[in-house]
T-cell receptor, first 114, second 115 residues
Framework: AQSVTQPDIHITVSEGASLELRCNYS??????LFWYVQSPGQGLQLLLK????DTLVQGIKGFEAEFKRSQSSFNLRKPSVHWSDAAEYFC????????????WGAGTKLIIKP | GAGVSQTPSNKVTEKGKYVELRCDPI?????LYWYRQSLGQGPEFLIY????????DSGLPNDRFFAVRPEGSVSTLKIQRTERGDSAVYLC?????????????FGPGTRLTVL
């Protein structure tokens, strides 16, 4: 079965600390991988995506993610979080031939301590 | 230009009533998508339009749900005989292309509450 697992429902980090949000997937074929961020009252915004090539991808707002095929993981990282990063983060996977269906994780809510 | 807009932002209705949710995609985007997001969950695919036609409506939960996009731009999601389980945030997104890498732009959603 195809699925995306984000094991952490909530994560709390101090401002300035590093961050890693976990994402594991189960998918029959080679997927496209995405991370989205959803701030309160805002639409989902694409942070970064991976299709092929270099397994470390850079995104907006200083985020990066690393694709590890052997672990079926696509973890999101940021070296130093800012209070404005407080939001909910979603990992998603989709087929390579089209993008009209994505399988989404349940999200991880990031809380920033001052 | 403007992003994806959705109206209304909030809709409260009574069980059994009919509702319409509107989505204005980014101008020129040929692909339009509807998702439903329940509390504590990621978005769930409902339907995808390529132009005026529904290319895939396999995510619609039952025949109470219907969506149209008559001129290939604005789309309306219609829910008949609403049930309490329909309460969720309904998200609309659009993209310029439909290939796997095309970026989707999401609207802020319509929060539907069925009493």
């Amino acid at each position: 079965a195809q699925s995306v697992t984000q094991p952490d429902i909530h994560i709390t980090v101090s401002e300035g600390a590093s961050l890693e949000l976990r994402c594991n997937y189960s998918y029959g074929a080679t997927p496209y991988l995405f991370w989205y961020v959803q701030s309160p009252g805002q639409g989902l915004q694409l942070l970064l995506k991976y299709f092929s090539g270099d397994t470390l991808v850079q995104g907006i707002k200083g985020f990066e993610a690393e694709f590890k095929r052997s672990q079926s993981s696509f973890n999101l990282r940021k070296p130093s979080v800012h209070w404005s990063d407080a939001a909910e983060y979603f990992c998603a996977v989709g087929p390579m031939d089209s993008n009209y269906q994505l399988i989404w994780g349940a999200g991880t809510k990031l809380i920033i301590k001052p | 230009g403007a992003g994806v807009s959705q109206t209304p932002s909030n809709k409260v209705t009574e069980k059994g009533k009919y509702v319409e949710l509107r989505c204005d995609p980014i101008s020129g985007h040929t692909a339009l998508y509807w998702y439903r997001q329940s509390l504590g969950q990621g978005p769930e695919f409902l339907i995808y339009f390529q132009g005026t036609g529904a290319a895939d409506d396999s995510g619609l939960p039952n025949d109470r749900f219907f969506a149209v996009r008559p001129e290939g731009s604005v789309s309306t999601l219609k829910i008949q005989r609403t049930e309490r389980g329909d309460s969720a945030v309904y998200l609309c997104a659009s993209s310029q292309l439909t290939s796997g890498g095309a970026e989707k732009y999401f609207g802020p959603g319509t929060r539907l509450t069925v009493l």
